[in-house]
C-alpha cells in the first residue's frame, strides 16, 4: 500500500486565491513527521513546512499552512494569496520514527500551476 | 553558508560506462540520502547511511553503489549494471538529533544522461 496518497497530479489556481493540496498517508508508528517541500522547474527542493504527529495545533509558515486531520491520517497543504512564483510541484512527505530508521517516504507529487 | 553541493550538474554517459556523482555537505549532519526522480513522478530513495562507514539499501539500490568514509561526503556510483540510468539524482541531509523529525536538506541535483 502506498504511505504517501497525493491525489492530485495537477492543480491550477487564479493569482492572490488560496488553494489546498491534498495528502494522506499511511502509518502505523504513533511517532512521525509530515513535510511539504515545494520543487520549482529548476529542480532543487524546498522545504515548506513540517508537523509532528503529538502536534495539537496545526503547523504554519507565512503563507503556508498544514490541515492535519489525525484520525483521517490527512495532512493538506493550504497555500493563502497564491504567487506566481508559487507555481512548482510539491510533495507531501512522511518520515517514520520507530518503524522506518527515520527514512523520508514521498509522495508522487501534485504540479500547481498559477494564473495571472 | 552551510548546504549541500552536488556536482557535475549535468552529466553525460555512454552505455556500459560507470559514472560517480558527489555529494558534499558542510551542515554536520549524521544521515544523508540519495534519492532518483524520473520525470512528473517523486522521489525513490536508493541508498542511505546514517553514520561514517555504514550505509543500507533503500527501495532502489540495484546498479547502484555508495561510499562513506568521512562524515562530509556520500558519493554515489552509478554502475553499469543500472538498466535506465537517465534520471534526475538528488542528495540530501538530515540531523538525527531531530530524531526523525527533521527536515530534509537538499542539494541542487544532478541530471544524467546516458547516450
Known amino acids: 500500500a502506498q504511505k504517501i496518497t497525493q491525489t492530485q497530479p495537477g492543480m491550477f489556481v487564479q493569482e492572490k486565491e488560496a488553494v489546498t493540496l491534498d495528502c494522506t498517508y499511511d502509518t502505523s508508528d504513533p511517532s512521525y513527521g509530515l513535510f511539504w517541500y515545494k520543487q520549482p522547474s529548476s529542480g532543487e527542493m524546498i522545504f515548506l513546512i513540517y508537523q509532528g504527529s503529538y502536534d495539537q495545533q496545526n503547523a504554519t509558515e507565512g503563507r503556508y499552512s498544514l490541515n492535519f486531520q489525525k484520525a483521517r491520517k490527512s495532512a493538506n497543504l493550504v497555500i493563502s494569496a497564491s504567487q506566481l512564483g508559487d507555481s512548482a510541484m510539491y510533495f507531501c512527505a512522511m518520515r517514520e520514527v520507530n518503524t522506518n530508521a527515520g527514512k523520508s517516504t514521498f509522495g508522487d507529487g501534485t504540479t500547481l500551476t498559477v494564473k495571472p | 553558508d552551510g548546504g549541500i553541493t552536488q556536482s557535475p550538474k549535468y552529466l553525460f554517459r555512454k552505455e556500459g560506462q560507470n559514472v560517480t556523482l558527489s555529494c558534499e555537505q558542510n551542515?554536520?549532519?549524521?544521515?544523508m540520502y540519495w534519492y532518483r526522480q524520473d520525470p512528473g513522478q517523486g522521489l525513490r530513495l536508493i541508498y542511505y547511511s546514517q553514520i561514517v562507514n555504514d550505509f543500507q539499501k533503500g527501495d532502489i539500490a540495484e546498479g547502484y553503489s555508495v561510499s562513506r568514509e568521512k562524515k562530509e561526503s556520500f558519493p554515489l556510483t552509478v554502475t553499469s549494471a543500472q538498466k535506465n540510468p537517465t534520471a534526475f539524482y538528488l542528495c540530501?541531509?538530515?540531523?538525527?538529533?531531530?530524531?526523525?523529525?527533521?527536515?530534509?536538506?537538499f542539494g541542487e541535483g544532478s541530471r544524467l544522461t546516458v547516450l
Open positions: 551542515l554536520n549532519h549524521d544521515a
Open positions: 540530501a541531509s538530515s540531523s538525527e538529533a531531530a530524531q526523525g523529525h527533521g527536515e530534509l536538506f
